[in-house]
């Protein structure tokens, strides 16, 4: 008695093999692709921060800000620090604050410096101030007939130095040349991702 041994089944000429869809192999993204994508997403996101506070924060959220230009209040205030200030009464100004203020005299600039002493009367706040770095009280009193004084809440580290840096030619040069090429290498890599998407379909 025979018996029929079955063959494998061979498809007809010029027909194409087809591998199975869950065979085939699947094209991941490189590593250090996607961190570098995340890398520029989170710089991107961060300048787009810095810039959101220093240019519409005091517009929409009431605080001011300013750098330090010495190191008069060193150590708690570094030259090149960002010093966010925010009001407060001027009738609760006491000892021990640090303010932000034009001083009376010479070009009126505005001065960070610690309150040493305070006295208020008919409307009138007067006041004496001293830099933590400086060996004596700064020569002048000063007054306000203001509601309120400007008091530091927080300080950004040498961020002032970095604002003051990219505000130079130079500067303004290179973050164009930056910016230039940071659009071709988000050009690029959209062009990549479609490819790499084409691929996984």
Not at 71 to 91: L, Q
Not at 125 to 132: A, I, L, S, V
Not at 135 to 146: E, G, I, K, L, R
Request: glycine share 8%; net charge neutral.
């Amino acid at each position: 008695m025979g018996y029929a041994v079955p063959s494998a089944e061979v498809p007809p000429r010029g027909a194409v093999a087809r591998a199975d869809a869950d065979d085939a192999p699947v094209v991941r993204r490189p590593l250090r692709r996607r961190a570098t994508g995340w890398a520029v997403n989170g710089v991107l996101l961060g300048c787009v921060l810095v810039f959101l506070l220093l240019a519409l924060g005091p517009h929409l959220l009431g605080y001011r800000t300013a750098t330090m230009l010495t190191g008069s209040m060193e150590p708690a205030i570094m030259t090149g620090d960002v010093v966010v200030t925010v009001p407060k009464p001027a009738a609760d100004l006491a000892v021990g604050d640090v303010i932000s203020y034009r001083i009376p005299v010479e070009d009126h600039r505005v001065e960070t410096h610690r309150v040493t002493e305070v006295t208020a009367s008919a409307g009138v706040t007067t006041f004496r101030t001293k830099g933590d770095n400086n060996p004596n009280v700064d020569p002048w009193t000063a007054t306000t007939t203001a509601d309120t004084v400007w008091e530091t809440q927080a300080v950004v580290p040498k961020l002032g130095t970095a604002i003051r840096a990219l505000r130079s030619p130079v500067a303004q040069h290179v973050v164009q040349w930056v910016a230039l090429g940071g659009l071709l290498v988000l050009g690029l890599s959209l062009i990549w991702r479609t490819r790499d998407e084409e691929t996984t379909a």
